[in-house]
């Protein structure tokens, strides 16, 4: 599982530095990616909190 490091604010974005497996990282980039082709931009914003563009963004 991802440990945490800590994190920061950075002109009021919270930036987290994490540890995680390459594995981990390939699961969260797949169910992403699912998200993008599987959802309407409506319904992925309800479900992710992000718009699309800022999805796809950290997606690909």
């Known amino acids: 599982m991802a440990e945490y490091?800590?994190?920061?604010?950075v002109?009021?974005?919270r930036l987290l530095?994490?540890?995680?497996?390459d594995a981990e990282?390939?699961?969260?980039?797949?169910?992403?990616?699912?998200?993008?082709?599987?959802?309407?931009?409506?319904?992925l914003e309800q479900i992710s909190g992000g718009l699309r563009d800022e999805i796809e963004a950290n997606a690909r």
């Open 5 to 9: 490091i800590s994190e920061k604010l």
């Open 11 to 13: 002109a009021s974005v």
């Open 25 to 43: 990282l390939a699961v969260y980039v797949a169910s992403l990616n699912y998200l993008l082709e599987q959802c309407d931009d409506e319904t």
């Open 17 to 21: 530095t994490l540890e995680i497996s």
